[in-house]
């Protein structure tokens, strides 16, 4: 099975979660304020019906789990599994588990949490089972914390030879004209 069917929602909502909620370095820059809302609004528009659901009482809760998935990607950067599975398997266990086949715009998708779920607990169980099934199919390796100076950015490395070690290309370039300009200066 290609990688890139595994990178699914839930991964893509966990990495966007850690990068937009977790304080750190952003591409060289200090991420001074957090903005819950608006990451929240950007992240879940990928579920309308989630979405339309959140509320300000969700955010709390949305950030505890964007450190404790930061904490996930951490331990998997430093190929660290059996931590990273022990901390999906707590996540896993706190969360409403009760897979079951909806029917959305015509199509039945697979859910793996109850119609009736709150918000922050349904996504807890989408993340963690995500980032689960990536590592139960052996590629926790393509998880990663970005290499560059000033940035600790999450990403999950979707290249054919498993070789990426940047965020984007933005830290990428940044940390390419560093090493070039301290090769011209001698040093």
Sequence with gaps: MKLDSYVDTGILVAQQLVNGLTPGFDRGKRMEEIDPAGVLAATLAVDPPSLAALKKRDEAGFVQLARQLRTVFGHLDRAEIDAAARRLNTLLGESPANPHLAKEDGVWRL????????????????????????????????????????CDRVFVDTSKNASRRFCSLVCQNRTKVAAFRARKNGG
Excluded: Y
């Design 111 to 150: 859910h793996r949490h109850p119609a009736d779920a709150a918000l922050v607990p349904m996504w807890t169980s989408v993340c963690a089972e995500a980032i689960a099934r990536m590592i139960g199919a052996q590629n926790a390796g393509r998880f990663g914390i970005c290499v560059a100076a000033n």
